[in-house]
């Protein structure tokens, strides 16, 4: 069997439901995973993906920001949704799927804001924080981890060709080194393997967001890797292919990320 996993920062699922349903519709991944659905559970467009097909969905979500969702063709059990930093602002789920006896763990971390600084900026202070405790979670979970794979929007350009300039972009959040330091280091001690960085190696460039504040976004491509799919060592030799929607980001209202999928033979 195959399974493919697509990640997707929609920054607002009910705004874009167009794009997404007409995405499903088109190249079908197995499992969506969305995040900054910006859409209380009880508004949830649910029958728009159950009627293309995607009856298993697993939603955490509130009015306005923040928000993640696991939507599926493929029937999962025991949804899990950590409130990190004692927060309850809806920037994780988890589902298991019952056919592959995979976990699957979706992720929306938090931006930061502009500042790259914890003393002077709260929204960095929590970003840190929230990777403190992703990281000690990922630490914790090393021994046994066995079939998952984590997705998101995590919110980190984390190697030098995740972004279109590492210099100039050292000190601005998302790329400088304390942010860089400890997404690699939670990758590393709870084993974690890139799927997109195991098939396209550095040196290449590899975006997933483009900025709106640029006046032509393609011309400039001054684009940075913040979405991610990871996964356990075991499904390592599963890996097969992945696939960047860049054309997504010329859609008409479209999201400032695209799509990202992610293929296993499982």
Same mark, same amino acid.
């Given at each position: 069997?195959?399974?493919?996993?697509t990640?997707w920062n929609i920054?607002s699922?009910?705004?874009?439901?167009?794009?997404?349903t007409?995405?499903?519709?088109?190249?079908a991944?197995?499992?969506?995973?969305l995040?900054?659905?910006k859409?209380?559970?009880?508004?949830?467009? #649910?029958?728009?993906?159950?009627?293309?097909?995607?009856?298993?969905? *697993?939603?955490?979500? $509130?009015k306005?920001y923040? %928000?993640? +969702?696991i939507i599926?063709?493929?029937?999962?059990?025991?949804?899990?949704?950590i409130?990190?930093?004692?927060?309850?602002?809806c920037?994780h789920?988890?589902v298991?799927?019952?056919?592959?006896?995979?976990?699957i763990?979706?992720?929306?971390?938090?931006?930061?804001g502009?500042?790259a600084?914890?003393? #002077?900026?709260?929204?960095?202070a929590?970003?840190?924080?929230?990777? *403190?405790?992703?990281? $000690?979670?990922?630490?914790? %979970?090393? +021994?046994?981890?066995?079939?998952e794979i984590?997705?998101?929007?995590?919110?980190?350009?984390?190697?030098e060709?995740?972004?279109?300039?590492?210099?100039?972009l050292?000190?601005?959040?998302?790329?400088t080194?304390i942010?860089?330091?400890?997404?690699?280091?939670?990758?590393?001690s709870?084993?974690?393997?890139?799927?997109v960085?195991?098939l396209?190696?550095?040196p290449t460039?590899v975006?997933t967001?483009?900025?709106?504040?640029a006046?032509?976004?393609?011309?400039?491509?001054?684009?940075?890797?913040l979405?991610?799919?990871?996964?356990?060592?075991?499904?390592?030799?599963?890996?097969?292919?992945?696939?960047?929607?860049k054309?997504a980001?010329?859609?008409?209202?479209?999201?400032?990320?695209?799509?990202?999928?992610?293929?296993?033979d499982?």
């Amino acid at each position: 069997m195959t399974l493919s996993v697509t990640t997707w920062n929609i920054n607002s699922v009910r705004l874009r439901i167009g794009l997404v349903t007409q995405f499903l519709k088109d190249y079908a991944p197995d499992v969506l995973c969305l995040q900054e659905t910006k859409c209380p559970d009880a508004q949830f467009p #649910l029958g728009e993906f159950r009627k293309i097909g995607y009856p298993h969905i *697993a939603i955490k979500g $509130q009015k306005g920001y923040n %928000g993640v +969702a696991i939507i599926s063709r493929k029937p999962f059990e025991n949804s899990h949704a950590i409130d990190y930093c004692a927060k309850p602002d809806c920037r994780h789920i988890s589902v298991r799927l019952s056919a592959y006896g995979i976990t699957i763990h979706n992720y929306y971390v938090p931006a930061g804001g502009e500042i790259a600084d914890p003393e #002077l900026n709260v929204k960095f202070a929590h970003k840190l924080a929230f990777l *403190a405790q992703m990281q $000690q979670n990922s630490v914790e %979970g090393q +021994a046994m981890r066995r079939a998952e794979i984590m997705v998101g929007d995590l919110n980190i350009a984390p190697f030098e060709h995740d972004v279109w300039s590492h210099k100039q972009l050292l000190d601005v959040v998302s790329h400088t080194p304390i942010e860089t330091g400890i997404l690699n280091a939670i990758r590393e001690s709870g084993n974690w393997h890139d799927g997109v960085r195991m098939l396209e190696p550095e040196p290449t460039k590899v975006y997933t967001w483009w900025s709106y504040r640029a006046a032509d976004w393609a011309a400039s491509n001054k684009g940075r890797r913040l979405d991610h799919i990871w996964h356990s060592a075991d499904l390592s030799p599963a890996l097969k292919s992945y696939h960047i929607l860049k054309e997504a980001r010329s859609w008409e209202r479209p999201s400032d990320h695209v799509p990202l999928t992610v293929t296993y033979d499982v």
